[in-house]
C-alpha cells in the first residue's frame, strides 16, 4: 500500500459512549473500537495509528495543542506517510486546526476531524467522517492546502472554518466563503483555494498568558485593568461591528498599550472583516492610533492562539502587526 496516513487519536466525542450510571458520554472507546466500525478503509490507506489522549475538547490545552504539534511534525518528516489525520473534541477543534496550520509548514496534508455524535448515539458519524477524513489526507489534491477540517463531507481550511451549531452535524461551516471541497463517495473534489494564506510562526513554545475580551453595550476598562494588573502578556478584544468599542474601554486599552501589552482587535461579527473607519472615541481609527492591531477577519479565539504562539518568538509590535496583516 502506497498511501501511508498517521491518524492520530486525541479524544472528542468521536471516542465517547453514554455511561449508563451518569447517563451522560464520557471517554471510553479505544482506536481499535473506532477504527473497526471505518470499513474497506484498507483499501484506501495504509494506517499508523498513534494514541495522543483521550482528552474531551475543554480539556485540550495550549501546551497540549504543542504537543500534538511536535507529534504531528514527527510523522510529517517520514517519507513513508503522505499525510496526517487528527482526531479531536469539536468544541474547541478550531482552535488546534488553526494552531497547527500556524505552526506546521508542510506540503502533505494535515486533517482534523471529529463527531458530533457519540458512540451511543442513533447515526454516530464519528465512522464516516473519520472515512472521509483519511480519503481527504490521501488525496494528491490536497497537498499545499494547509491543515484542513473534515465533517458532514466537507473540507474546509482551517483558518476560515468556525463551530456554528451546538448540534447540527453540519456545525463546521466557512461561513464568508463557504467549503474549499467536498468528499464524494471516496473522492476529494477541490472548488477553490484558501481565501487567505497562512502566515507561519517557526515556534516550540507557546506564550499561555493571552485573554479575550468580547466588547459589550457600556462595558469599561475594569476587565482590562484587571488584566493589566495581573501581568497579561496580550489581549484579544472581539470589538463591535467594524472594529469598534464603548469609549470607557479607551482607559483600558490605553494602559494596557502604555504597558507594551499588546491589544488585537477582532469582530465579535460572524462575518467580515475589522477597518478603522470610524473616527469616533472608541471607533476603530482611534484605535489604531492608539496602537492596536486589527486582525483582518479570524474570529477571537483564532487570533488569540495566533498571537499566543508570535509572542513565543517577539514582543516587538511591528513584527506582532505584521503576522496579523493580510
Not at 484506501?44 to 490545552?61: S, W
Not at 499545499?144 to 458532514?152: A, D, E, H, P, R
Not at 472594529?243 to 460572524?270: E, H
Amino acid at each position: 500500500m502506497a498511501n501511508k496516513v498517521a491518524v492520530i487519536f486525541t479524544g472528542g466525542t468521536i471516542s465517547m459512549k453514554v455511561d449508563p450510571r451518569l447517563k451522560a458520554a464520557i471517554p471510553s472507546m479505544s482506536s481499535e473500537d473506532i477504527m473497526s466500525m471505518v470499513t474497506n478503509i484498507d483499501q484506501v490507506a495504509e494506517l499508523d495509528i498513534v494514541e495522543f489522549g483521550k482528552l474531551p475538547g475543554p480539556h485540550m490545552t495550549p501546551e497540549k495543542m504543542m504537543e500534538l504539534k511536535e507529534v504531528v511534525e514527527s510523522k510529517l518528516s517520514q517519507e513513508d506517510i503522505v499525510g496526517v489525520v487528527v482526531t479531536h473534541g469539536t468544541d474547541n477543534l478550531e482552535e488546534t486546526a488553526f494552531l497547527l496550520d500556524v505552526c506546521i509548514d508542510s506540503e502533505k496534508p494535515v486533517v482534523v476531524v471529529g463527531a458530533m455524535r457519540n458512540g451511543s448515539e442513533l447515526g454516530y458519524d464519528g465512522p464516516s467522517n473519520l472515512a472521509a477524513a483519511i480519503c481527504t489526507a490521501v488525496h494528491p489534491n490536497s497537498r499545499k492546502k494547509g491543515v484542513l477540517v473534515v465533517l458532514n463531507n466537507e473540507v474546509n481550511s482551517a483558518r476560515s472554518v468556525t463551530k456554528t451549531h451546538t448540534m447540527s452535524l453540519d456545525t463546521f461551516k466557512s461561513l464568508e466563503f463557504g467549503p474549499i471541497g467536498i468528499v464524494d463517495q471516496d473522492d476529494v473534489i477541490y472548488y477553490q483555494k484558501q481565501s487567505t494564506p497562512t502566515k507561519h510562526v517557526n515556534t516550540h513554545a507557546i506564550e499561555t498568558n493571552v485573554h479575550l475580551l468580547k466588547a459589550v453595550s457600556g462595558m469599561d476598562s475594569t476587565l482590562l485593568n484587571f488584566l493589566v494588573d495581573q501581568g497579561a502578556k496580550g489581549i484579544v478584544i472581539e470589538a463591535m461591528g467594524r472594529g469598534n468599542v464603548p469609549p470607557m474601554m479607551m482607559d483600558g486599552i490605553n494602559r494596557a498599550l502604555a504597558c507594551d501589552i499588546p491589544v488585537v482587535i477582532v469582530s465579535r461579527c460572524p462575518m467580515g472583516r475589522v477597518l478603522g473607519s470610524y473616527g469616533y472615541e472608541g471607533g476603530g481609527a482611534q484605535l489604531i492610533e492608539a496602537g492596536a492591531i486589527l486582525a483582518s477577519n479570524l474570529n477571537g479565539q483564532k487570533a488569540r492562539i495566533q498571537l499566543m504562539l508570535i509572542l513565543s518568538v517577539t514582543q516587538q509590535h511591528d513584527e506582532i502587526k505584521s503576522y496579523f496583516m493580510d
